[in-house]
């Protein structure tokens, strides 16, 4: 009985004020979609830094990196390997040249690999062409080959310290899990790099992928009782300190914008219906 009289009283006012009890609904939806739109906006961002950060580093666990610009010799690439618990060294060779395309040039950072292996620890996806086999052969980032116009089988030259060489551009790459760009990267085969740069057998990098069964910090010990002087041991840079304090901070930033989103929401729904009772 009580309730005849609330439900005839709410249906009179729904009658004399209509857009009242719109706005009370809109005021609702809107309140709670805000909250919906925060939270899928959250989780997307979450889900785009850890794609970041993984296309960056790959799947390295550990990489041992030159103290000096020289870089350090390539022989430490079969120590590193018969260590237990490695399950793969990639070595590789970066430095920065001058890349010419016919009369266009731009700096690029040349990268020395070894294609047989090297995506076990870099995250790209061979879009056009194949990976470099023989020393005059070049793999460019496609948005960098766009750039500057090169298609397949064009020739390049790239200006270094060894001189001016001359390369024929057999594929091309972008990053693999994210749109994020690798930038202006050209790969040669490793003994291609260490001629172009006349580095003689160093290498500057070697990433190390740990095997699933051993531990990680007991594997890095090992290593790091075995290695020369003036190479240094250290998780990759995208797993380091640094970047985990980045990722922190951002996670602070994210669960601030949960919070203002629900209480605006709050706020909004407590007022409006706060107008329609009185």
Not at 68 to 76: D, E, N, R, T
Not at 200 to 211: A, R, Y
Not at 228 to 250: C, I, W, Y
């Given at each position: 009985?009580?309730?005849?009289?609330?439900?005839?009283?709410?249906?009179?006012?729904?009658?004399?004020?209509?857009?009242?009890?719109?706005?009370?609904?809109?005021?609702?939806?809107?309140?709670?979609?805000?909250?919906?739109?925060?939270?899928?906006?959250?989780?997307?961002?979450?889900?785009?830094?850890?794609?970041?950060?993984?296309?960056?580093?790959?799947?390295?666990?550990?990489?041992?990196?030159?103290?000096?610009?020289?870089?350090?010799?390539?022989?430490?690439?079969?120590?590193?390997?018969?260590?237990?618990?490695?399950?793969?060294?990639?070595?590789?060779?970066?430095?920065?040249?001058?890349?010419?395309?016919?009369?266009?040039?731009?700096?690029?950072?040349?990268?020395?690999?070894?294609?047989?292996?090297?995506?076990?620890?870099?995250?790209?996806?061979?879009?056009?062409?194949?990976?470099?086999?023989?020393?005059?052969?070049?793999?460019?980032?496609?948005?960098f080959a766009q750039s500057l116009q090169i298609e397949l089988d064009d020739t390049v030259k790239i200006l270094a310290r060894g001189g001016l060489d001359e390369f024929r551009v057999v594929g091309m790459v972008r990053p693999g899990g994210t749109s994020i760009s690798l930038g202006s990267a050209a790969y040669l085969v490793l003994p291609a790099a260490q001629r172009v740069f006349k580095s003689g057998?160093?290498?500057?990098?070697?990433?190390?992928?740990?095997?699933?069964?051993?531990?990680?910090?007991?594997?890095?010990?090992?290593?790091?009782?075995?290695?020369?002087?003036?190479?240094?041991?250290?998780?990759?840079?995208?797993?380091?300190?640094?970047?985990?304090?980045?990722?922190?901070?951002?996670?602070?930033?994210?669960?601030?914008?949960?919070?203002?989103?629900?209480?605006?929401?709050?706020?909004?729904?407590?007022?409006?219906?706060?107008?329609?009772?009185?």
């Amino acid at each position: 009985r009580d309730s005849m009289p609330l439900a005839k009283f709410s249906l009179r006012e729904v009658r004399a004020r209509p857009s009242r009890v719109v706005l009370t609904f809109l005021s609702i939806a809107i309140g709670v979609g805000a909250v919906v739109a925060v939270l899928l906006a959250t989780s997307t961002s979450r889900l785009a830094q850890r794609e970041m950060l993984q296309a960056i580093s790959g799947s390295a666990d550990l990489e041992l990196i030159s103290d000096s610009v020289a870089g350090f010799s390539y022989q430490l690439v079969g120590q590193v390997r018969e260590i237990e618990g490695v399950a793969a060294a990639v070595p590789s060779l970066q430095r920065v040249a001058v890349l010419f395309a016919g009369e266009k040039k731009a700096r690029t950072q040349v990268l020395g690999i070894d294609p047989r292996i090297d995506q076990k620890v870099r995250d790209y996806e061979v879009v056009a062409g194949r990976l470099p086999q023989s020393l005059d052969e070049l793999l460019l980032d496609s948005s960098f080959a766009q750039s500057l116009q090169i298609e397949l089988d064009d020739t390049v030259k790239i200006l270094a310290r060894g001189g001016l060489d001359e390369f024929r551009v057999v594929g091309m790459v972008r990053p693999g899990g994210t749109s994020i760009s690798l930038g202006s990267a050209a790969y040669l085969v490793l003994p291609a790099a260490q001629r172009v740069f006349k580095s003689g057998s160093n290498v500057d990098q070697i990433q190390l992928i740990v095997s699933e069964q051993s531990d990680v910090a007991q594997v890095q010990a090992k290593i790091a009782a075995e290695l020369p002087d003036g190479v240094t041991l250290r998780k990759p840079r995208t797993s380091s300190d640094m970047a985990q304090e980045t990722l922190f901070a951002t996670e602070n930033g994210l669960h601030m914008a949960i919070a203002f989103a629900l209480l605006i929401s709050t706020f909004i729904i407590y007022n409006t219906f706060q107008m329609s009772v009185g």
